[in-house]
């Protein structure tokens, strides 16, 4: 059931409303709309190829043009004819739109917070948080109870590329309760957290100390397990402190040697 049009001049024009609050709505309108035509800045629509194109953009990040309406409290018709025009009537695409329209629609940004939860996004940060934890002595087991998953799908996500973004933040808060906190003073058993600590050592995965908080989303960034890693001091550095040698450290002193 759609919902009453709130009175204003919206419904003084389109439902031929006479209330006090109507007629003064459309006074205002006119009066507003005369001046703005006396003064040269009556502007009632402006070029719609930059919304549309705006909203095509979020589209691409992977915001649905229906969210994008939702988000900016405008109409799903309105945006449905600004990007594909009306079928039925036989119509284009809508050439102009009304600023205030333009305004709500452009102020819609591509960020994480107006993704829907269970969009698919890159899965490289959600990784190496929970493993960076296992590797604290976090065990599997207990991370995904804090997640609310069951063991199964929890053990596909700490190794997915892809992860839905409801999963992603509920990975980022956990990371952030628990990076600083060692896991036996939070109650784990001793023995858990150190087979949980071998397992990440086997697999290699990084702990928290080898991330950046700037650079752990980053696809291109690479762990510093030792301060030198990447550089031709690394592999010197991963055997002084008895860390195996990381793929980044490997192509370091393969490319000084070479040079």
Request: proline share 7%; net charge positive; with cysteine.
């Amino acid at each position: 059931m759609t919902a009453p049009r709130p009175h204003g001049n919206a419904k003084y024009h389109l439902e031929r409303c006479r209330c006090y609050t109507c007629c003064h709505a459309a006074s205002q309108y006119d009066i507003n709309r005369r001046r703005a035509i006396a003064y040269g800045r009556w502007q009632p629509f402006v070029d719609a190829e930059p919304v549309r194109q705006h909203v095509r953009a979020l589209g691409e990040f992977g915001i649905g043009w229906m969210r994008v309406a939702k988000l900016a409290g405008v109409s799903t018709g309105g945006v449905s004819k600004l990007l594909y025009g009306d079928g039925p009537r036989g119509l284009p695409p809508t050439r102009k739109v009304r600023p205030e329209t333009a305004l709500k629609l452009l102020a819609v940004e591509p960020t994480l917070d107006n993704l829907g939860d269970r969009t698919a996004v890159d899965g490289t940060g959600t990784r190496r948080r929970l493993q960076a934890l296992v590797a604290k002595g976090w065990p599997q087991a207990e991370l995904a109870r804090r997640m609310g998953m069951d063991r199964a799908n929890f053990g596909r996500t700490i190794v997915s590329d892809l992860v839905e973004v409801a999963t992603l933040k509920t990975a980022r808060r956990l990371y952030d309760d628990l990076w600083s906190v060692d896991p036996v003073d939070a109650g784990v058993p001793a023995h858990r957290a150190a087979a949980a600590q071998r397992i990440a050592a086997t697999r290699g995965w990084a702990p928290v100390g080898a991330w950046d908080d700037d650079r752990i989303d980053d696809p291109a960034a690479f762990p510093d397990w030792t301060g030198w890693c990447g550089t031709p001091r690394g592999r010197r550095a991963h055997h002084t402190q008895r860390i195996p040698v990381c793929p980044a450290c490997r192509q370091a002193a393969t490319k000084s040697a070479a040079a």
